[in-house]
């Protein structure tokens, strides 16, 4: 008979992991030491703006098969929503100059070839320069592998890398960037066509598998915080959380989808991330212009990217270690100028708040790629989950989604 799986954390990862199981008819238990699921994928009600926002914007793309599959899972979807075809919108705030990227739907891309599907200014074969990331040696960085300036750099390969990896493109992995660019924008239009969860990320990713997994039994358990793990030879045989000890019965398993510094303090001796990059979300009470892209790309500015949701519009800083220290006030203030002066909305400060993640992924370096560990430990019962993993991608949803899939996987065998 299978035994139950315990997920230690209620993350993307950890719901993943524990939709594939229940959907599969087995036993799970899930616990979060938070008092809410999602980790940073979340949504919340903030009392300053009266309105419910999420912790950080985060863009899908149509390729990200793993994350399509859980939406789908959870019915949920109908709230990621994007253009019928592959389009991005920027903006040169240093020059005014503005620009809609088209890449075509398959594979061949001709698209560099017609003026008005491309950055301005850059001609086809400029785009050939990054042909280095997919051809780079291990453990070569994106600045080893490629000319990290000019036009093209910095109106498209700098601001995509920079968002896809968090960390500044010319010492990060380019093993990291050519798996991104191999699975979007190398597969074509069809792959890379953005999606934004229109109600927020609690009402795309969360609350739905919420509900799916208590319909099942399986609602996490809150405020569980696991203090250590026994373990007997090959397997980890209990789960002390402080107020219960649980003794695990000898088919079950254990999925650890916590954090690194958590993993690490549980399972002592562990490699993992440990160096970490910082992300800056703004956000502004205020209705878009009509005609507002969904998103939008700002290079020459503070801000990067400016997504519109009803009633709001939102702005994210990857990389942003710099500003973790800069007075919150300050940056509102610094941000809405460009954003004002992006949409032609007025100047006055609109209510507001801004959210700093210190460490919101793991640096996208070739060291820490290296610390990155499997899915599997030495204990033939308890495996590891979380976009901090080896899952051959930067850490993103999908990552997250693929490491929760990839454990599941494993849990079935260990059982």
């Given at each position: ?11 993307l ?42 912790n ?51 594979r ?59 960390t ?25 066509r953005?999606?934004v ?9 969360i ?65 993992a ?95 820490q ?47």
């Amino acid at each position: 008979m299978s035994g139950t799986t315990h997920i230690i954390g209620a993350g993307l990862a950890g719901l993943s992991c524990a939709i594939r199981l229940t959907d599969e008819g087995r036993s799970v238990a899930l616990y979060e030491a938070a008092r809410m699921a999602g980790g940073r994928c979340r949504s919340y009600y903030d009392s300053s703006l009266d309105l419910s926002i999420d912790n950080g914007n985060h863009l899908l793309l149509s390729g990200n098969a793993a994350a399509l599959d859980y939406a789908r899972r959870i019915g949920s979807v109908g709230e990621l929503v994007g253009p019928k075809d592959c389009a991005f919108d920027f903006l040169d705030t240093r020059d005014g100059a503005r620009w809609r990227l088209r890449p075509n739907a398959s594979r061949l891309p001709w698209w560099i070839f017609v003026r008005d599907r491309r950055v301005p200014g850059a001609a086809p074969g400029d785009y050939l320069g990054a042909l280095g990331i997919l051809v780079a040696k291990k453990g070569a960085t994106i600045g080893e592998a490629m000319t990290c300036s000019g036009l093209l750099y910095e109106r498209l390969w700098g601001p995509v890398l920079l968002s896809a990896l968090n960390t500044e493109p010319r010492e990060s992995s380019a093993a990291l960037a050519a798996a991104v660019l191999r699975e979007t924008l190398a597969a074509g239009g069809a792959a890379c066509r953005p999606l934004v969860a229109r109600r927020g990320l609690g009402t795309a990713f969360i609350e739905p598998a919420l509900a799916r997994l208590a319909a099942r039994g399986a609602a996490p358990r809150f405020a569980a915080r696991l203090k250590g793990i026994a373990f007997s030879g090959e397997r980890a045989i209990a789960l002390d959380f402080g107020d219960e000890n649980i003794m695990l019965a000898e088919n079950d398993s254990v999925v650890l989808a916590v954090p690194p510094w958590s993993a690490q303090e549980l399972l002592p001796g562990l490699a993992a991330p440990d160096d970490f990059r910082g992300i800056v979300n703004a956000h502004f009470k205020i209705a878009p212009p009509p005609g507002q892209p969904a998103l939008l790309g700002m290079i020459g500015s503070l801000s990067e990217w400016l997504f519109a949701f009803e009633g709001r519009l939102s702005v994210t800083i990857s990389g942003a270690d710099r500003l973790m220290d800069e007075p919150r006030e300050s940056l509102a203030e610094r941000i809405w100028a460009e954003v004002a002066s992006a949409t032609g909305l007025p100047a006055a400060l609109p209510p507001w708040q801004i959210v700093k993640e210190k460490r919101a992924t793991f640096a996208a370096t070739p060291a820490q790629q290296e610390r990155r560990p499997g899915a599997t430990t030495r204990w033939r019962n308890l495996l590891l989950a979380g976009d901090w993993t080896a899952t051959g991608l930067p850490a993103t949803i999908e990552g997250a989604i693929r490491s929760g899939y990839r454990a599941a996987e494993l849990a079935k065998q260990s059982a």
